[in-house]
């Protein structure tokens, strides 16, 4: 329930943080740099779990 309601309680003492386990981490932080490049050439990506999604295209570490 509270991950789902997270923006109400931004600007309270508050904050939702999710945690993934080590291997998902070392995966995200190697797609950060190519997320950070696609949004720099205009393109809408985000992460979603241990999957980079460039317009709509899975891209995986």
Request: charged share 35%; net charge positive.
């Amino acid at each position: 329930m509270v991950r789902k309601l997270w923006k109400e309680l931004d600007g309270t003492a508050f904050n939702v943080f999710e945690q993934f386990p080590p291997d998902v981490i070392m995966k995200r932080r190697q797609l950060v740099p190519k997320m950070k490049e696609a949004r720099r050439l205009g393109k809408r990506a985000y992460l979603a779990y241990d999957t980079l999604y460039i317009d709509g295209t899975p891209v995986r570490a």
